[in-house]
C-alpha cells in the first residue's frame, strides 16, 4: 500500500506558502481516495501538483497549474488552493496520469539537443566540443538536481584556463540544451531555470575576438608556400585567400560548384551550419580570377560532377584540421618578417586570417557590406560586430566627406586667453600617404613622439591594446 503523503493544513494560505524553503520535493495534503494535492517552492510562481495511488505502492503524478502566489486566481492558468484540489480530483476521474520519469541528465539533455540540431542542419560540433570540458560526474547529474553553485563553479573553473569569450562560447550550448528540455519537460519536474540562467550567466569582461588582418602582399607569400608544398594545398589555400569562406565550406565543393563556362569564373559555395534556423540559399555564387578557375579545371580532370573539387595530395577529401599542419608549415616557410605582420605575431596566422583579411579588404574597398556579408555567409551584424575597430575609416571617410569644415577662425583676445597665457598649439603639418601597414594618415592623423618620429596613431593604439593583453596574459 502506498505510503500516506504528509499532511499540512496551511497550503491554503499564500503568506505560508511563500515562507517555504525552495525545494524540489512538493508538500503534500491528503484529499481523500487516495488523491492529493502538493505545492512546490520554486524560484518564481509554485506549482500545484496532483498525486494519485496507483495501486502498486507508488504514485502517478501530474502539474494542474501554478499557484496563485504572486496573481490572482484565474481558475484557468493561476489556481488557488481550492481550485487546484477540485482540478486535482477531475485529473484522478480523467485518468490523465502521468507516471514518473527517471530525471533527465546533462548528458542526455545534450544528446537531444545535438539530435535537434542533425535534424535543423546546425552545427552539432558544437555539443562535442562541450563535452570535452564536462566531467563525467557533472554529465551525470539530473537537470534537476543542477544549482547555481554547481554551474558557477564548472564555468569559473573554465575561466582559468581559456579566455572569456571561449568561456562564453562553450557555455551557450549547454544553456542552449537545458533551455530546450525544460521546454519539452513544460514544467513538470523541470520548474526553474535559475541554475544555468545565474551559474552560467555570460561573462561581462571578454575581449573582443583578435582577428589577425593580413596585408595582400603577406597573403601572396603564403599561397606561394602553399603551393611549393603540392599543387592540391596550394588550391586549398588559395580558394581560402580569394572567396574568404571557411575551411569547412572549401572542403565541402563538388566539382559542379566550379562555374568555368563564362569570361567571369566563380564557385558556387556551399552555405555553412552556422547562424540560427534553416538558410534559404543552398549556395552562394563568389567570382574568382579566370587564372584560378583553370587551375581548379585542371585538377579536377577526370573527376565526375558530384566528385570532390580540392583533393588532398593523396586524393580524398579534406576533412577537420587536416590543413591545420600544412598551414603552419606554409607560415614558416613563407619567410615573413615580423614587420610584415604588424601589430601581430607571426605565430598568432592560422587559416582563418585568411578569411579575416578577405572581409576587411573587401570593406575597406567600399563594396556595401551587405555585398560583403552575402559573399562571405555572414551578415552585416555580424562583421559591424567583429571588424569594427577594423572598418572605423570607411565610416569615417564617408562622414568626413560631409562634414562642416569652416578652416582657419580668427579669434579675439579673450579667446586666446583661454589658451592660457604663454601655451602654444603647434599641430603637424598635414601628411600625405598611408603607414607600412595601410592606415592612410588622412583618416589617422600621425604625431611626432618623444623620439621626433612620425607614429600612425591607429598603430599606436594597437600597439598599446597588444601590450595590455599581454600584460593581463602574464598576470593571470
Not at 495534503?29 to 524560484?43: T, V
Not at 501530474?62 to 502566489?69: K, Q, R, S
Not at 586524393?315 to 607560415?331: E, I, L, Q, T, Y
Not at 555580424?382 to 579669434?411: P, Q
Amino acid at each position: 500500500m502506498a505510503r500516506a503523503p504528509k499532511v499540512t493544513s496551511d497550503l491554503s494560505k499564500r503568506n505560508y506558502r511563500l515562507g517555504l524553503p525552495l525545494a524540489k520535493k512538493p508538500i503534500w495534503q491528503a484529499l481523500g481516495d487516495g488523491i492529493s494535492i502538493g505545492y512546490r517552492r520554486c524560484e518564481g510562481t509554485g506549482r500545484w501538483i496532483a498525486r494519485k495511488a496507483n495501486g502498486k505502492g507508488g504514485f502517478n503524478e501530474g502539474v494542474v497549474g501554478l499557484a496563485d502566489d504572486y496573481e490572482d486566481a484565474d481558475g484557468s492558468g493561476v489556481l488557488s488552493f481550492a481550485q487546484a484540489s477540485a482540478k486535482a480530483f477531475n485529473w484522478a476521474k480523467e485518468d490523465r496520469t502521468v507516471a514518473r520519469k527517471a530525471p533527465l541528465t546533462l548528458d542526455e539533455a545534450l544528446n537531444a539537443y545535438e539530435r535537434d540540431l542533425k535534424v535543423r542542419g546546425g552545427d552539432y560540433g558544437n555539443v562535442s566540443r562541450v563535452r570535452s570540458h564536462l566531467s563525467e560526474k557533472l554529465m551525470k547529474t539530473s537537470v534537476t538536481d543542477l544549482t547555481v553553485d554547481m554551474l558557477k563553479t564548472w564555468r569559473d573553473g573554465l575561466a582559468d584556463k581559456l579566455a572569456a569569450a571561449t568561456v562564453n562560447r562553450t557555455t551557450t550550448p549547454i544553456k542552449a540544451a537545458l533551455n530546450m528540455a525544460a521546454d519539452a519537460d513544460q514544467g513538470v519536474t523541470i520548474t526553474s531555470r535559475a541554475a544555468w540562467e545565474i551559474g552560467l550567466k555570460t561573462l561581462g569582461d571578454a575581449e573582443s575576438s583578435r582577428n589577425v588582418i593580413l596585408s595582400d602582399a603577406v597573403v601572396g607569400k603564403l599561397v606561394k608556400a602553399a603551393y611549393s608544398q603540392s599543387l592540391a594545398f596550394g588550391l586549398l589555400v588559395e580558394v581560402l585567400a580569394v572567396t574568404g569562406s571557411r575551411y569547412s565550406q572549401v572542403a565541402a565543393l563538388k566539382v559542379a560548384d566550379l562555374q568555368n563556362g563564362t569570361a567571369d569564373p566563380r564557385l558556387m559555395i556551399p552555405v555553412s551550419n552556422k547562424g540560427k534556423g534553416q538558410k534559404a540559399a543552398r549556395s552562394t555564387p563568389v567570382p574568382i580570377p579566370a587564372a584560378l578557375a583553370k587551375r581548379l579545371k585542371a585538377a579536377a580532370e577526370g573527376i565526375g560532377p558530384t566528385g570532390v573539387l580540392l583533393q588532398k595530395p593523396g586524393g580524398g577529401a579534406w576533412a577537420k584540421s587536416d590543413h591545420s599542419r600544412p598551414f603552419a608549415r606554409a607560415v614558416k616557410a613563407a619567410g615573413l618578417k615580423p614587420a610584415e605582420v604588424e601589430p601581430y605575431q607571426i605565430e598568432e596566422i592560422t587559416a582563418y586570417a585568411l578569411r579575416h583579411s578577405s572581409i576587411v579588404r573587401m570593406a575597406l574597398k567600399g563594396v556595401p557590406l551587405r555585398l560583403v556579408a552575402a559573399l562571405h555567409d555572414t551578415s552585416v551584424t555580424m562583421i559591424e560586430r567583429t571588424y569594427s575597430r577594423d572598418i572605423a575609416s570607411v565610416a569615417d571617410a564617408v562622414a568626413r566627406a560631409s562634414m562642416l569644415d569652416l578652416g582657419a577662425i580668427e579669434t579675439t583676445e579673450a579667446g586666446n586667453a583661454l589658451l592660457g597665457a604663454g601655451e602654444e598649439v603647434t599641430a603637424l603639418p598635414r601628411v600625405e600617404g598611408q603607414c607600412r601597414h595601410g592606415h592612410s594618415y588622412a583618416e589617422f592623423p600621425p604625431y611626432r613622439n618623444s623620439k621626433g618620429s612620425v607614429v600612425c596613431a591607429e598603430c599606436a593604439r594597437i600597439r598599446t591594446r597588444t601590450a595590455k593583453a599581454a600584460k593581463k596574459r602574464g598576470a593571470a
